[in-house]
Nanobody, 123 residues
Framework: QVQLVESGGGLVQTGGSLRLSCVVS????????MGWYRQAPGKQRELVAA???????NYADSVKGRFTISRDNAKNTVYLQMNSLKPEDTAVYYC?????????????????WGQGTQVTVSS
């Protein structure tokens, strides 16, 4: 069993900052790619930022230069530093991780999601 627990969401004014954290726990052999997605009301879930186990990052064009994704492999944690926040960043933010888990015959990679954390940016 693997759990992803997010924290750090909240209400902030335009131009403000927030830092999201996501801790992965459970029967983990290793964690591959990790990422943050968001879903605004009436819209599809979209990728915000992703990071490989080696530290290579990828960002949505809308957040480049404002958001920074990072990870601490020793703590099984991924972070999203969000600066210069805009009202259009308002959404529920979800953590995602591709986790190699133990199974009776060895290991396999499965995809896991957190429960989501609300980020609201007021104008």
């Amino acid at each position: 069993q693997v759990q992803l627990v997010e924290s750090g969401g909240g209400l902030v004014q335009t131009g403000g900052s927030l830092r999201l954290s996501c801790v992965v726990s459970g029967s983990i052999w290793s964690i591959n790619d990790m990422g943050w997605y968001r879903q605004a009301p009436g819209k599809q879930r979209e990728l915000v930022a992703a990071i490989t186990s080696g530290g290579t990052t990828n960002y949505a064009d809308s957040v480049k230069g404002r958001f920074t994704i990072s990870r601490d492999n020793a703590k099984n944690t991924v972070y999203l530093q969000m600066n210069s926040l805009k009202p259009e960043d308002t959404a529920v933010y979800y953590c995602n991780a591709a986790v190699r888990i133990w199974v009776p015959i060895g290991t396999r990679i499965s995809d896991y999601w957190g429960q989501g954390t609300q980020v609201t940016v007021s104008s």
